[in-house]
Nanobody
Framework: QVQLVESGGGLVQAGGSLRLSCAAS????????MGWFRQAPGKDREFVAA???????YYVQSVKGRFTISRDNAKNTVYLQMNSLKPEDTAVYYC?????????????????WGQGTQVTVSS
């Protein structure tokens, strides 16, 4: 069983930055594709960013140029650096892991999920 634990959320003003972290259990972290999703109240869970086991990156258009996903396999951790935050970025952010070789934006492609961390951006 893969365990994922997000951290780093908080309340920031518009234009500010946060870095989310997702710590994964196990010794096979480097074999997982990792993704970040977010869900605002009353909204569907939305894909944000993903990074494959080989380092390929994929972002939803709305965060391109503002967010950066990265991974540190030695620390079993994936990060989401969020800059130029907007109120519409407010959501619970979830880390997810997939055993698939290719990453994608679909919730059903991910096998394991963290508990989420709240990000609130004030105007």
């Amino acid at each position: 069983q893969v365990q994922l634990v997000e951290s780093g959320g908080g309340l920031v003003q518009a234009g500010g930055s946060l870095r989310l972290s997702c710590a994964a259990s196990g010794r096979t972290f480097s074999t997982y594709g990792m993704g970040w999703f977010r869900q605002a109240p009353g909204k569907d869970r939305e894909f944000v960013a993903a990074i494959s086991r080989s380092g390929n990156l994929y972002y939803v258009q709305s965060v391109k140029g503002r967010f950066t996903i990265s991974r540190d396999n030695a620390k079993n951790t994936v990060y989401l650096q969020m800059n130029s935050l907007k109120p519409e970025d407010t959501a619970v952010y979830y880390c997810a892991a997939t055993l698939r070789f290719l990453i994608d934006s679909q919730r059903t492609s991910y096998d394991y999920w963290g508990q989420g961390t709240q990000v609130t951006v004030s105007s």
